[in-house]
């Protein structure tokens, strides 16, 4: 099947480091795994290529630089526009459109409506309400109307959580196929490592924004006790606070921060830790949390706050701890920093659960099935 993969977030670079990027990656290495043709069509590209992506027919529609956040909002209209007419005249031998779900754009309701092909719509977040609480809305009746045609439109709507899909239902009641695929992991990209001689490692993947808790990662560790190292992997606008507590709170040479690694790197990254944290803080989570998925595939033990989805795919393979809790996050990592064999014990029944349950094959077979065989 021709798939015309829609990224119109600005955002999400298809070739980023961020995990929104990752995921991008993932479903459309999946499709041509699955002998699908994928034509990507975006707004940002970003320059980490994954050798297997390189050959990768993709199309970017640029937005000019310099605008202010209304300006940009109206750019973002008319590019959604302008890439609807670029598929329904240029591609027309398109026979899916799959969108990731972006304010301001109605392109996927738009080339399925005059291609008459099936749209899915992949919903990742509430994205009108972190767009207010987070950024800044300025054209908010323009994101809401190109939101209620992209939903009503789609033939499938995959949200990645339980949170999103309750958020779909509650803002756009009576649409008839919202089904919730969570996020998953290439079990053969990502595999555990050895172990090593050196002080036990514990490691956080992610970007270095307030709702990923790494702050309090930091403080709980100041709290360890016996020989450990931290690996902090990603970068984000809290990268000097960060470094700055690391400093204040006495943690020296045992913490370093690696930055934002390509996703080609992060596997060997992985490997060489021997617990991973996923320190969530308490309110809001509709997350899908790639990162845990990850840190299964390579048979970790995750620390984890008792947030959103976490309850469910934390079971057997870490621990859960009260979110915004520093002192049970401390005791949860002494616990696994102690007992290696608890380590070893965790980690097999992630790296077979991930095998066994949450591949990417798997996820994307979930989401395309019902539309093959309707199509069929």
């Known amino acids: 099947m021709r798939i015309a993969y829609l ?19 993932e479903v459309i290495r999946t499709f041509r795994s699955l002998g699908h043709e994928v034509t990507v069509f975006c707004t940002r590209t970003d320059t980490e290529v994954p050798a297997d992506l390189a050959d990768l027919d993709v199309v970017r529609l640029d937005l000019p630089a ?3 956040r209304g300006s940009r909002e109206v750019e973002l209209l008319r590019v959604s526009d302008a890439l609807a007419d670029l598929v329904a005249t240029q591609h027309p031998e ?28 992949e919903v990742n ?37 339980d949170a999103v899909a309750d958020w779909v239902h509650r803002e756009h009641p009576g649409l008839p196929d919202v089904t919730v695929v969570p996020n998953g992991v290439d079990t053969d990209r990502i595999v555990p490592g050895q172990g090593g001689d050196g002080p036990v490692r514990i490691g956080f993947v992610g970007t270095l924004k307030p709702w990923h808790g790494t702050d309090r990662l930091l403080s709980a560790c100041a709290g ?23 400093a204040d709170l006495g943690l020296g040479d045992r913490v370093t921060f690696h930055g934002a690694l390509a996703p080609a790197e992060v596997p060997a990254r992985l490997r ?27 048979g970790l033990p995750t620390v984890a706050s008792a947030v959103g989805a976490l309850p469910d795919l934390i079971d057997g393979t870490g621990l859960l701890v009260p979110p915004d809790d520093t002192g049970a996050l401390t005791a949860a990592l002494q616990t696994l920093l102690d007992d290696p064999a608890l380590r ?16 990417w094959a798997r996820r994307v077979r979930d989401i ?9």
């Open 368 to 376: 395309l099935d019902p539309v093959l065989q309707e199509t069929a």
């Open 125 to 161: 977040a509430p994205l009108i309400d972190e767009q207010r609480t987070h950024r800044g809305l300025v054209h908010d009746d323009h994101a809401a109307a190109a939101t209620a045609v992209s939903f009503g439109r789609a033939r499938r709507l995959v949200c990645v959580s």
């Open 224 to 246: 360890l006790r016996g020989p450990f190292a931290l690996d902090i992997v990603g970068h984000g606008p809290e990268a000097e606070t960060l470094a700055e507590l690391a």
């Open 344 to 359: 070893t014990r965790m980690g097999d029944t992630a790296r077979a659960q991930a095998v066994a349950n949450h591949s």
């Open 94 to 121: 398109t026979e899916l459109v799959y969108e990731r779900y972006s304010l301001f754009s109605t392109a996927g309701a738009r080339i399925s409506d005059r291609l008459d092909v099936p749209l899915l719509l």
């Open 272 to 298: 060489a830790f021997d617990i991973a944290a996923a320190p969530y803080p308490s309110g809001p989570n509709y997350f899908s949390p790639l990162k845990v998925y990850e840190y299964m595939a390579a």
């Open 7 to 25: 990224l119109l977030d600005p955002g999400i670079g298809v070739f980023g480091t961020k995990g929104a990027s990752v995921h991008v990656q």
């Open 66 to 68: 310099g605008l202010d």
